[in-house]
């Protein structure tokens, strides 16, 4: 963002609080806006307005704590309470100061900016409407609270619906539309350091749209201030049509898709596996409802490519998983007839071990052909028939296979290059060695590791492409190239991410309460 941004942004920022301060005369809303390498400058223009407060103690914990975090997010930071002294009198009353971050360099729009203001705004909502039911009597801080995965996929869904609503109030029309499809490409696309099973809003598009044509269309685009927050109010409605089974589906449609994802497969393919493979009527649609927004063809199933299948009942995929060694070897076999070598085996092997640093599980045999390899050098040094001590071996090895430790390695390599921690072999092989059962797994990985054609493990690590985040929320004049295009990034890897949109909110409201949950 230019210069001249950057002060549209706090004007804005400044708005919303001057309209909570209205609302809540006793809470005084604080926006940290500035980049990571300027944190310490944001916190001594704050603490100098916040002197004196009855949380400042509180207060300048929560600061301190974000001021040592290394890297800065976009996020609410928390409350602080303090209780005040009532002049002529023995009581006290509570006074609370709240925190919004916001790192600039994220973002290259002001819309952007503005959207993910909102969306830290309903997180900030949700937070203080619980608080009230629960006032404290002491100073202290309080947190976002999140319990469950279903629970963190329901807050933010809210986040995600009131950031839109407050966006169509500045006439960004094409705000629901684009921020699925910002979804669900997250959704299709290997992701760091963020959880696309936990942003659900693909599935509310069609409850938004029916809700602003034909019921709350003054609202959306009054210009007042109340709507900030009785469009919070209408975002929890709206998150409410949600129960648990619809979010655990989607949360279950989208931990599959980030599993196949960083197993190598493309967007396509993993609809694909979703509409074509899985049994769940549910997944289906969400996967039909994906490849909608993105515009992106399902692949035929005869065309999807070998590999563990998530979306599969367990039992088929070690059904495939058994087959595919079998083919394996017999391929194998072929070319060491051929080539009257053991190093086939050897190759093959140490591709297995590698590719299970991208997640590859289905097919993995590398400790039988190891075996098979070492047979195969031992019949042939004795003048014994090489190729049958080679098939008795990787058949009596191939028993020690354990499906269920290949799906924990499976989770352990993704969850680790989910977190931006790729795993390397090295590290592999001490994971492995800790769980049960594992001899041949770790007998193999040592062969690999040991051997001279295998470099630095660090290079085969799985390296995510970059996610994509925060599409830009504008007007769309050729819906046909705007979905061609975002086709063409899923090919090319994703390598330019952009960040979302909001608005400011506006006049001064009058005196407003949350509504009881019950």
Request: glycine share 4%.
């Amino acid at each position: 963002m230019n210069a001249n941004e950057l002060i549209n942004l706090k004007n804005a920022c400044t708005n919303i609080s001057d309209n909570i301060r209205a609302i809540f005369p006793s809470l005084t809303l604080h926006f940290l806006i500035c980049t990571p390498d300027k944190k310490q400058d944001a916190i001594s223009g704050i603490i100098g307005k916040i002197n004196g407060h009855p949380a400042f103690n509180e207060a300048f914990q929560v600061l301190k704590a974000w001021a040592s975090i290394p890297t800065q997010q976009t996020a609410f930071l928390g409350l602080s309470e303090g209780q005040e002294s009532i002049v002529f009198s023995f009581k006290t009353r509570p006074k609370t100061l709240a925190f919004i971050s916001l790192d600039t360099s994220r973002y290259q729009e002001l819309y952007d900016a503005i959207q993910a203001i909102h969306f830290e705004m309903a997180i900030f909502l949700d937070t203080y409407s619980k608080h009230l039911k629960k006032p404290m009597n002491i100073n202290g801080n309080v947190f976002v609270h999140k319990t469950t995965q279903l629970a963190t996929c329901h807050l933010n869904l809210k986040a995600d619906i009131y950031s839109i609503l407050q966006l169509l109030r500045e006439g960004q029309y094409d705000a629901p539309l684009l921020l699925a499809q910002q979804r669900s490409l997250e959704t299709l696309t290997p992701q760091t350091n963020f959880n696309p099973e936990e942003y659900a809003f693909p599935i509310a598009l069609d409850v938004i749209n029916y809700t602003i044509e034909k019921q709350i269309s003054s609202t959306i685009t009054s210009k007042s201030s109340v709507p900030l927050l009785s469009q919070y109010q209408l975002a929890g409605q709206i998150t409410d049509c949600f129960d648990s089974d619809n979010l655990q589906s989607w949360t279950q449609f989208a931990t599959s898709c980030q599993d196949m994802a960083w197993s190598g497969f493309t967007p396509s393919q993993i609809l694909g596996a979703a509409v074509n493979t899985s049994t769940n009527p549910f997944i289906k649609a969400i996967g039909h409802m994906l490849a909608e927004l993105t515009n992106l063809a399902p692949t035929e199933e005869s065309h999807l490519p070998g590999g563990y299948n998530p979306f599969l009942a367990e039992e088929i995929n070690e059904i495939r998983h058994k087959r595919t060694c079998e083919e394996t070897f017999e391929m194998i076999m072929y070319h060491v007839i051929e080539a009257d070598s053991h190093l086939p085996f050897l190759r093959v092997a140490n591709n297995q071990n590698e590719a299970l640093l991208k997640g590859k599980i289905s097919g993995w045999c590398a400790n039988a052909l190891h075996a098979a390899a070492k047979a195969y050098m031992g019949a042939k040094d004795r003048g014994i028939p090489p190729v049958q001590a080679a098939r008795l071996e990787f058949q009596s090895a191939h028993l020690q296979s354990n499906w269920t430790l290949l799906k924990h390695i499976g989770q352990y390599v993704i969850s680790m290059s989910r977190q931006d921690t790729p795993t390397t072999l090295p590290d592999l092989l001490k994971w492995i060695s800790q769980q049960p059962d594992s001899r041949h797994m770790s007998v193999s990985l040592n062969i690999t590791i040991s051997d001279p054609q295998y470099t630095n493990s660090a290079e085969s690590a799985l390296q995510p492409a970059t996610p994509i985040h925060n599409l830009p929320l504008k007007k769309i004049d050729d819906p046909d190239k705007f979905l061609s295009d975002l086709e063409a990034k899923v090919q090319k890897a994703y390598q330019e991410p952009v960040p979302p949109v909001g608005n400011p909110a506006a006049e001064a409201p009058p005196k407003f309460v949350f509504e009881s949950d019950d």
